[in-house]
């Protein structure tokens, strides 16, 4: 499976519109090469560079199989995108851009997608982004990564 973006290439810097120091939008997804079998799809980006460790700012899940990418800005409430949003660390739901501290370096940012073997989750209401991850990896078929890197200047 493939995960790609059109806002930025693997390993490269996150465009400051998609960060707190810009609009706070999600970047535009697309995935390829879904595995037969895939009934449903979580995303989740995290950012294992964060000081406490890592720091979860998305999880999307209950995503339909026939999807092959979000648009950019995703809402965080849309009752008909037919898919649900997780806290996130922000303790808000929906996407929280990248915001590391400023002067603490670069951090990478990983969106990764499980296609599920599963059409729903089974999770609390307003789960975290770390119940859907943990959830998601229990019925994961397969997994794509996209990195992208964006650090705050002093």
Same mark, same amino acid.
């Given at each position: 499976m493939r995960l790609s973006s059109s806002a930025f290439e #693997?390993?490269?810097a996150i465009p400051r519109r998609f960060t707190?120091?810009?609009e706070d939008l999600s970047p535009p997804l697309e995935?390829?090469?879904? #595995?037969?079998?895939? $009934?449903?799809f979580a995303l989740t980006c995290d950012d294992?560079?964060?000081?406490?460790?890592?720091?979860?700012?998305?999880?999307i899940y209950d995503i339909a199989a026939g999807h092959s990418g979000l648009a950019e800005a995703v809402a965080?409430?849309?009752?008909?995108?037919?898919f649900e949003q997780?806290?996130?660390?922000?303790?808000? #739901?929906?996407y929280g851009g990248p915001c590391?501290?400023?002067?603490?370096? #670069?951090? $990478?940012?990983?969106? $990764?997608l499980l296609a599920l073997s599963i059409d729903h989750l089974k999770l609390p209401k307003q789960p975290s982004c770390a119940e859907v991850a943990r959830a998601a990896q229990q019925h994961a078929?397969?997994?794509?990564?996209?990195v992208g890197v964006y650090e705050r200047r002093k």
């Open positions: #693997p390993g490269s707190c120091d810009g995935w390829s090469e879904v #595995p037969a079998g895939a $009934r449903s294992p560079d964060a000081p406490g460790g890592t720091w979860h700012h998305w999880a965080p409430h849309d009752a008909r995108s037919g997780a806290i996130n660390d922000f303790r808000r #739901p929906g590391p501290p400023r002067g603490h370096g #670069p951090h $990478r940012y990983r969106f $990764r078929l397969a997994e794509a990564t996209l």
